[in-house]
């Protein structure tokens, strides 16, 4: 199984805080990576695949880059409503396999 | 773009037997596979497994492959996830989502599946 390490596992960071969130393969996955955001008690909501393309309705202070094995998240400008838990996938291949989460947290 | 409702919480006790539902909407549900997803309490994501309700396809996570079982019913365009046998760790939330290739489109709302004797 193809193993996703994200950094850091959590992060205080203030509103208006430029915010990046990474994610390694273990393997080469090209760009066959998305990005989901969860908030306490909710479903995930899926916010970029093909590791840069935005998901409709979501905007664009979030954006995605990266291909073969690093991949990173970025919130342009953090937002209350941004407070959340942030997950990377991958699905170059079966089984398709979660990052361990990167909680972002009021500062 | 596919909707998903699943069904509601549910509370068993060990050795008990369960069967969740995902239902979607919208006139491409055959053509998108449905998976779902366990979330443990306090714990990240985890893929179970997904199928394609169309023909049945059905592919499995090695750790969950004799688990569960997945299954469809593409005439009421339904997904399920089933147990025969519960244990106390299978208390989670599950999801199902769906979507296209490995890309998810959508999320249903979870299902809490409580096992405590």
């Known amino acids: 199984d193809i193993q996703m390490t994200q950094s850091p596992s959590s992060l205080s960071a203030s509103v208006g805080d430029r915010v990046t969130i990474t994610c390694r393969a273990s393997?080469?996955?090209?760009?066959?990576l998305a990005w989901f955001q969860q908030k306490p008690g909710k479903a995930p909501k899926s916010l970029i695949f093909?590791?840069?393309s935005l998901q409709s309705g979501v905007p664009s202070k979030f954006s995605g880059s990266g291909s073969g094995r690093d991949f990173t998240l970025t919130i342009s400008s953090l937002q209350p409503e941004d407070f959340a838990t942030y997950y990377c996938?991958?699905?170059?291949?079966?089984?398709?396999?979660f990052g361990q989460g990167t909680k972002v947290e009021i500062k | 773009e596919v909707q998903l409702v699943q069904s509601g919480a549910e509370v068993k006790k060990p050795g008990e037997s369960l069967k969740i539902s995902c239902k979607g909407s919208g006139s491409k549900f055959g053509n998108y596979w449905i998976g779902w997803v366990r979330q443990m309490p306090g714990q990240g994501l985890e893929w179970m497994g997904f199928?394609?309700?169309?023909?049945?396809?059905?592919r499995y996570t090695p750790s969950f492959q004799g688990q569960v079982t997945i299954s469809a019913d593409k005439s009421i365009r339904t997904a399920y996830l089933q147990w025969s046998s519960l244990k106390a760790s299978d208390t989670a939330m599950y999801y199902c989502?769906?979507?296209?290739?490995?890309?998810?489109?959508?999320w249903g709302q979870g299902t809490l599946v409580t096992v405590s004797s």
């Open positions: 393997q080469d996955i090209s760009n066959y």
């Open positions: 989502a769906t979507g296209t290739f490995g890309v998810v489109d959508s």
């Open positions: 199928i394609y309700p169309g023909d049945s396809d059905t």
């Open positions: 093909a590791a840069s």
């Open positions: 996938q991958q699905y170059n291949n079966y089984p398709w396999t």
